[in-house]
C-alpha cells in the first residue's frame, strides 16, 4: 500500500507543469499527458540540483503544480459539511495551508523520484461532461505496474479542466484526507487544523520510503 501510495503521488506530481509553456487546459486528456511528460522531463534534467538541495523540489512543485490544481476546490471537499460553520477568511487561512500541505506531501513523493515510465489512456470529452477520468499506469523496472484514475473537473466560469483528485487501485486520496481532516476539523475546529498543517509544512523534504 505505501508503494502504491507514492508512486501514485509521483505520478499526480507529474500531472503539473508551466502553464507559461502553452499547455492547454480545454482538454482533460490533453492536459494529462502534456504536463506529466514535461514535469518529469524537468525532474530528469535536474537531479544534480535536486541532490544538492532537496528543498529546491517544493519549487518545483510551487511553480509547476499549484498554477494548474483546483486546490479551493478540493480544501473544500476536504472541509466537507463544516464548510457552513466557516466563516470566508477561516476558509481562506485553510486553503492556504492546504496549499502548502500539498507543496510539503508532493516534494516528498517527488524526491523518490527514479525515472519511471508513464502509460496514459486517451479519450474524448462527452458534450456538457464537467467531470472525466484519466487512466494512466505508472511503469517502473522490476515492479508490477501501478493502475492509477485521474479526476478532473472543468470550471464552470472559466472551462479550463483541472486535476482534483486521484484514486489508486480504487482508493482517492482526497477522500482518504477528507475522512482524516473532517473529523478533525469537526472536533478541534477549522481554526486548529488550519495550524496542524502549517506546522507540517516546516519540516524539511523527507523523501518518502520505497517499499518492494
Not at 499547455?23 to 504536463?35: G, K, R
Not at 532537496?54 to 519549487?59: A, F, G, I, S
Not at 489508486?168 to 482526497?174: N, R, T
Amino acid at each position: 500500500m505505501k508503494k502504491l501510495l507514492i508512486s501514485g503521488l509521483l505520478m499526480l506530481a507529474g500531472l503539473w507543469a508551466p502553464l507559461a509553456s502553452a499547455i492547454s487546459l480545454d482538454n482533460p486528456y490533453v492536459l494529462v499527458n502534456e504536463v506529466a511528460q514535461s514535469t518529469f522531463d524537468r525532474l530528469s534534467r535536474q537531479q544534480a540540483q535536486i541532490k544538492a538541495n532537496p528543498e529546491y523540489l517544493r519549487t518545483i512543485v510551487r511553480e509547476e503544480m499549484l498554477p494548474a490544481v483546483d486546490v479551493r476546490f478540493s480544501a473544500y471537499r476536504v472541509i466537507g459539511n463544516q464548510l457552513n460553520n466557516t466563516t470566508p477568511e477561516q476558509r481562506d487561512r485553510f486553503v492556504a495551508a492546504f496549499s502548502d500541505y500539498l507543496v510539503v506531501t508532493y516534494a516528498d513523493a517527488l524526491a523518490a523520484y527514479k525515472e519511471q515510465q508513464l502509460d496514459i489512456g486517451t479519450g474524448s470529452v462527452a458534450k456538457g461532461e464537467k467531470l472525466v477520468s484519466v487512466p494512466v499506469s505508472v511503469l517502473e523496472t522490476n515492479q508490477p505496474a501501478i493502475k492509477l484514475e485521474f479526476k478532473l473537473r472543468q470550471n464552470g466560469r472559466t472551462g479550463e479542466w483541472r486535476v482534483f483528485d486521484m484514486v489508486a487501485e480504487g482508493i482517492s486520496l482526497l477522500s482518504a484526507k477528507q475522512a482524516e481532516l473532517s473529523g478533525l476539523i469537526r472536533q478541534n475546529g477549522i481554526d486548529k487544523v488550519t495550524l496542524q498543517l502549517q506546522a507540517h509544512t516546516d519540516k524539511p523534504v523527507t523523501p518518502l520510503e520505497r517499499t518492494q
